[in-house]
């Protein structure tokens, strides 16, 4: 899951600090502020791959 600094961001963004999807949101905002050009899509696909999820459904 996310690191307390993400998590912290999450509940400050008023996402349910429980949740893969504020994990994933923090994470977002984190990339986002890094510059990545891509960072909702880089976010789903780093947590699907930490989690071992397929959007293929394989």
């Known amino acids: 899951m996310a690191d307390a600094g993400s998590v912290g961001a999450a509940v400050a963004a008023g996402h349910d600090a429980g ?7 923090a994470l977002r905002e984190r990339l986002a502020a890094a510059g990545v050009p891509t960072p909702g899509v880089d976010a789903e696909l780093l947590a ?9 459904g394989c």
């Open 19 to 25: 949740s893969v999807g504020a994990a994933v949101a």
């Open 48 to 56: 699907r791959a930490a989690l071992g999820w397929s959007r293929g």
